[in-house]
T-cell receptor, first 116, second 114 residues
């Protein structure tokens, strides 16, 4: 079974600075999908960014980018120019591409605080 | 507006009672999921359904039941057999496998056992 590990329960960053959240995963599959979700205080889960394992290029969405290291099974999230609205829980998730719909496997999350 | 709705937002239950959490989606998604969130635990999968009239147990299905009679609806019943039901419950849906297989989440239901 796949597992996802987020080793940083809490992180903090100064406004306008850059922060990197870590995520590692364990899988024997060669193709899969990786996700970062954000959960602000409203508790609504919001998709931040997605990476397909067969793509070597790191995904980018505005101020959010990933560093995907397939051999190391690492999938870190970099937030540039941090804003107060970035304060939230961030969850890394893995999804198998096997036939049919398959659920996400989540890490335990990292709570990010943004300091004004 | 397309999206996922969950009701109620807050739910209180007495010990020994069954309660049902509603989840509806109008995204025309085939798959639906129920997750439970506890502090420090992340999200854990309770049940999921790939098509109507079919569903599979997740990692923590004991004490829960589901039905999928309509594509749009996937209600979760928390039974009296669930020993510690106080938690935040999230419903999600996705279209299918492939590049568009993103899961989208509803706003959640907070269940408290009195």
């Amino acid at each position: 079974a796949q597992t996802v590990t987020q080793s940083q329960p809490e992180m903090s960053v100064q406004e306008a600075e850059t922060v990197t959240l870590s995520c590692t995963y364990d899988t024997s599959e060669s193709d899969y999908y990786l996700f970062w979700y954000k959960q602000p205080p409203s508790r609504q889960m919001i998709l931040v960014i997605r990476q397909e394992a067969y793509k070597q290029q790191n995904a980018t969405e505005n101020r959010f980018s990933v560093n995907f290291q397939k051999a190391a099974k690492s999938f870190s999230l970099k937030i540039s120019d941090s804003q107060l609205g970035d304060a939230a829980m961030y969850f890394c998730a893995y999804r198998s591409p096997s036939s049919g719909n398959t659920p996400l496997v989540f890490g335990k999350g990292t709570r990010l605080s943004v300091i004004a | 507006d397309g999206g996922i709705t969950q009701s109620p937002k807050y739910l209180f239950r007495k010990e020994g009672q069954n309660v049902t959490l509603s989840c509806e989606q109008n995204l025309n998604h085939d798959a639906m999921y129920w997750y439970r969130q506890d502090p420090g635990q992340g999200l854990r999968l309770i049940y999921y359904s790939q098509i109507v009239n079919d569903f599979q147990k997740g990692d923590i299905a004991e004490g829960y039941s589901v039905s999928r009679e309509k594509k749009e609806s996937f209600p979760l019943t928390v039974t009296s057999a669930q020993k510690n039901p106080t938690a935040f419950y999230l419903c999600a849906s996705s279209k299918g496998p492939g590049p568009t297989d993103t899961q989208y989440f509803g706003p959640g239901t907070r269940l408290t056992v009195l």
